[in-house]
């Protein structure tokens, strides 16, 4: 059984009453009553207190208050309370400590005598505060002048205050009905931003301080006498106690704006981050610029604000990754910013004619522990989940609207605009007036505006710090608040961030996860056909497949349609070209994939719109086929012939072929050429000339002559097959 532990001070429940622990000395304990206004002191056995304990007969209460004395934050007059009571509670405790058992009873006390000449004071005063030091535990808490308990106007039933001008007291007393109204008015004032204290209280009199009165024999609504109901000063104080100034911030802004601009702040970012690439933050932004086309540079076509997206290391202050596109919360935007996170930063300054002699300066090629962004649906999406969790990175979105639990990478945009906007006016800059001509004043490619930008991030990463605290450390080791200086710093004292050690599977990972559909085909993809022929596993897939489609991991660049990646049975990774031997497919290869879906959603629409001319067409087609077969059927009122069927078909044949014959052609062809040609025409003649031709004219047979010689011919047909035979 453990053993109870009690001490001077604690707090014990004895069946309905509460009593303080005064003094403990085996084998008796003295407690002192607290719930009742007079002092009330008595002794008990230790080892009964203790039983009545352990078997929960008593109970211990535990002491909550832990108030405090600073004499320096005193009124005079409080002070001066506080050091005469001090006193006599010094003298009571050298009389009657430490069981005060000898306050009680009937017995002159004459140290309260003493007291009560020395300090003119009334023996109740003194009384009670023996009671409430000893109730308190002998807490010097306990000698603090106490607050009065406010007997306000609801319990008096009296309206303190001067009368006005007219001699009318103005107001009334606060009585649990004119509360009521109180909360009502108040009420009415936190329903909405646009409320107003004036409007609230004209709000709460028209509804519960309206009286009918009888005038002129009518009935009419009036506002009651300013001695019976409350005044604006009234109203406005009880608003004034019961509103917090947190919820008054949210009620005049919005809960977002008030935790995002007025929350406290109890520490800084770099808190608990102790090595460089560890916390990133990241954002992007629309700049204040108009641009033009990079590839309609004749006409200057206006395309708008860029959009930047930005990765700044938390510890060192350094930008670590920038990305410059049209792409707006979009997953693009996302890629492209790990993408030059692992890019070689001299190459890619390179591209834009900058020489990066320095490489400290833009730190690069390396995978951060903890991501922080906002809450955009580029940031928030799950494509940027399972890219964090491939890289093993730590994806934190803060909540909505608290840009400054980001505050690092929303500075640093504010300093872009500072850098960049003195010498962008009148060249594109996007003003707020009502006279900008920023779309046509727009001289800036993307390119150009990368470039500028780049410019000031090296500026940037190589400058001192003015607002910047440093460390211990970095003070005694001599080193400069410079984004560069203390990111070299502590990737040695602290060590480097993580590497990326394999490029190509860094590269593979920021690809998009996807389903792909097998067949003996190929590769199913967004409606476009792929096929590597060098994959003899992927190929027996297809042969085993035919028509029925199976599912097949794929990861696809939204950038280019040519490729799609795979892992093959090994595990490697290889990819599937776009199946060129479909001659459509050939057309669109290499275009991005929102180009390639704007191509099927153009052919949709054309579709759409050839409909209704297909119906016509259809239409029409059934009616000149109907009345051909109505036609017909008039012509041939009885059955047909179905006798010699066979020898029938063979004479309709040959008729076909003498009808169909090329020697008509070359003729029909050679009187065009004669009636369309004019006098200085040449006439080509592509009749093929023989002998016979030449010396006498051939001849033709009628119609008549030529069945009658077919006729003859099939008559003795037989005859002639015997004299060959």
Aim: a neutral charge; one cysteine or more.
């Amino acid at each position: 059984m453990n053993e109870v532990v009690i001490q001077v001070g604690d707090i014990l429940q004895i069946d309905k009453s509460i009593y303080r622990i005064i003094y403990i000395s085996s084998p008796s304990i003295v407690l002192c009553q607290m719930d009742i206004q007079k002092l009330n002191i008595a002794e008990y056995d230790l080892r009964s207190i203790r039983t009545g304990i352990t078997n929960g007969d008593i109970n211990v209460i535990p002491d909550n208050d832990s108030q405090v004395i600073d004499p320096d934050s005193m009124s005079e007059k409080g002070a001066e309370s506080y050091r005469i009571k001090s006193e006599i509670i010094k003298e009571i405790n050298r009389s009657y400590g430490p069981t005060y058992l000898e306050l009680m009873g009937k017995k002159h006390k004459e140290t309260i005598s003493e007291i009560l000449q020395k300090y003119d004071l009334k023996k109740k005063a003194v009384w009670k505060l023996c009671r409430e030091y000893l109730q308190s535990g002998m807490k010097e808490s306990s000698l603090l002048r106490k607050k009065r308990a406010k007997t306000g106007d609801a319990a008096t039933g009296k309206k303190r205050g001067s009368k006005g001008d007219l001699g009318i007291a103005a107001g009334c007393p606060l009585t649990p009905e004119v509360i009521e109204a109180f909360e009502y008015g108040l009420n009415f004032y936190k329903s909405g931003r646009s409320k107003s204290f004036e409007a609230a209280y004209d709000t709460m009199n028209n509804r519960y301080f309206f009286h009918d009165v009888v005038v002129g024999g009518k009935v009419q609504s009036r506002l009651l006498p300013i001695d019976e109901r409350p005044t604006f000063r009234q109203f406005y104080y009880y608003c004034h106690k019961n509103l917090p100034r947190e919820e008054y911030d949210a009620i005049k802004t919005s809960r977002m704006e008030q935790r995002n601009n007025k929350r406290l702040l109890l520490s800084e970012d770099v808190a608990n981050v102790e090595a460089p690439g560890e916390k990133v933050e990241a954002d992007s932004l629309e700049v204040d610029i108009s641009l033009i086309s990079l590839f309609n540079s004749v006409t200057n076509q206006t395309i708008g604000r860029a959009d930047v997206y930005c990765m700044r290391d938390v510890l060192t202050h350094a930008v670590v990754a920038v990305s410059v596109s049209l792409e707006n919360n979009s997953f693009l935007g996302y890629t492209n910013l790990f993408l030059n996170l692992g890019e070689d930063k001299k190459e890619f300054c390179a591209k834009y004619d900058i020489d990066l002699n320095d490489e400290r300066l833009f730190p690069s090629n390396f995978l951060p522990l903890d991501f922080y962004s906002d809450r955009g649906s580029d940031y928030k999406s799950d494509p940027a989940q399972a890219l964090c969790n491939a890289l093993g990175i730590n994806r934190h979105i803060v909540p909505g609207g608290s840009g400054s639990m980001k505050g690092m990478i929303e500075q640093w945009f504010h300093q872009i605009h500072t850098m960049v906007n003195p010498y962008t006016e009148g060249a594109g800059q996007i003003q707020k007036r009502h006279d900008s001509q920023h779309h046509k004043q727009a001289v800036l490619t993307v390119h150009d505006f990368t470039k500028m930008l780049l410019i000031c991030i090296l500026s940037y990463n190589q400058k001192h710090m003015d607002n910047y605290m440093p460390r211990a450390c970095e003070i005694r080791d001599g080193i400069d608040p410079t984004p560069s200086m203390l990111w070299e710093y502590y990737c040695k004292t602290k060590g480097a961030p993580r590497p990326i050690t394999d490029r190509v599977d860094y590269l593979y990972k920021l690809l998009i996860p996807k389903q792909a559909k097998i067949d003996k085909r190929g590769i199913h993809f967004k409606r476009l056909t792929y096929i590597n022929y060098d994959d003899e596993s992927l190929l027996g897939r297809m042969y085993r497949a035919q028509n029925k489609k199976y599912a097949l991991s794929v990861r696809y660049d939204p950038r280019d349609n040519s490729r799609i990646y795979y892992t093959d049975s090994a595990g490697n990774m290889v990819y599937a070209e776009l199946n060129e031997g479909l001659g459509w497919q050939r057309d669109i290869k290499g275009l991005t994939f929102k180009e390639t879906s704007d191509y099927f959603k153009m052919i949709s629409a054309k579709n759409k719109e050839a409909r209704q001319r297909n119906e016509e067409i259809n239409a029409m087609r059934s009616n000149l086929v109907e009345s051909i077969v109505e036609t017909a059927k008039a012509n041939s009122p009885r059955y047909a012939e179905t006798k010699n069927m066979r020898e029938e078909r063979e004479t309709e044949k040959q008729l076909l072929n003498r009808m169909n014959a090329i020697t008509h052609k070359i003729d029909q062809e050679k009187r065009k050429a004669i009636e369309d040609s004019s006098g200085s025409t040449k006439i080509i003649d592509i009749s093929l000339p023989g002998p016979s031709e030449a010396t006498e004219p051939r001849q033709e047979l009628t119609e008549k002559e030529y069945l009658d010689m077919v006729g003859n011919f099939y008559d003795y047909e037989g005859e002639y097959e015997e004299e060959d035979s």
